[in-house]
């Protein structure tokens, strides 16, 4: 009889092991407006790598916020790229130019609870980037939506359309990257199809993790899917936080309704959203 004892004691110590092993977090609704922070002066430097062993740096800078009352409804950031890499940071951002230095300038707009960017890539001829609805307004886990675009400006629909659908997760253990280590990170699962007309096709799925007060702090970028081989990998290396007090703020006054059942919402942001 004591051997079947000492199995059930095993067996209770390994599913107590295991229980104590599964990490819990509860997401904290307070941090909805905050994964996308833009104010005046704040800048983030991120370092590329890619698999060949080559790598880039890029620098965000914050040069101006438009202001309604103490609503931020549109934000310019100039990026800087520089380094030897193939500057593929997302497979839509074409490699126009060979040289190791790029400037990109980003305007940043809140339309309809989502916010869109807009790219103006300088050099000898300037090329105009323009992605609607990549990031809601606020963010809670398992908001689903998806967005479409064309990666150059006003042109025709059989060169390459760009299909995107998107996830966020509550990331229960800590993002450890260069520039620090980050809790209550919101991941962006984002799986990416292009296609033409030609027959050409191609898939990428994105994993972006952002930190509260922070912004993008990590991104992983994988080939042909979700188990695909890793082609690129985007890590925060330092943060520069502005003076300024206001993050990314609502453009309009109704309440938000989480979508997700697993979110108790005792108090609410500002700012209606629905998923698409």
């Known amino acids: 009889m004591r051997h079947w004892i000492h199995w059930l004691v095993g067996l209770a110590l390994a599913l107590f092991q295991l229980a104590g092993c599964q990490k819990t977090v509860r997401f904290n609704p307070a ?15 991120y370092q590329v790598t890619y698999p060949n062993g080559s790598h880039e740096t890029i620098t965000d800078r914050v040069l101006n916020t438009n202001q309604t009352g103490m609503r931020s409804t549109e934000a310019l950031v100039v990026s800087d790229y520089s380094g030897h890499g193939t500057r593929a940071v997302r497979a839509d951002l074409p490699q126009t130019y060979p040289g190791e230095r790029t400037e990109v300038e980003t305007r940043y707009l809140i339309e309809g609870g989502y ?7 300088g050099g000898p001829t300037r090329i105009r980037l323009e992605e609607h609805d990549f990031l809601p307004q606020f963010l809670w886990p398992d908001r689903r939506w998806s967005n479409t675009l064309s990666p150059f400006e006003h042109s025709p629909a059989d060169i390459l359309q760009i299909a995107q659908n998107h996830r966020s997760f509550l990331e229960a253990d800590l993002v450890d990257v260069p520039g620090g280590r980050f809790a209550e990170c919101m991941r962006i699962e984002t799986d990416a199809s292009y296609r033409s007309p030609a027959g050409l096709a191609d898939k990428r799925y994105f994993i972006d993790w952002y930190a509260p007060d922070v912004g993008l702090v990590k991104t992983l970028v994988l080939s042909g899917g979700q188990d695909g081989r890793e082609v690129a990998r985007i890590e925060l290396v330092r943060f520069a936080k502005s003076k300024a007090t206001a993050p990314i703020q609502p453009s309009n006054s109704s309440s938000i309704v989480p979508l997700s059942s697993k979110i108790i919402t ?11």
Not at 31 to 45: E, I, K, Q
Not at 115 to 121: G, P, T
Not at 268 to 276: I, N, R
Request: net charge positive; no cysteine.
């Open 31 to 45: 941090l909805a407006g905050h994964f996308f922070p833009l104010r005046n002066g704040s800048s983030w430097t």
């Open 115 to 121: 916010i869109s960017r807009v790219a103006s890539l």
């Open 266 to 276: 005792p108090t609410a942001p500002a700012g209606a959203l629905t998923d698409k």
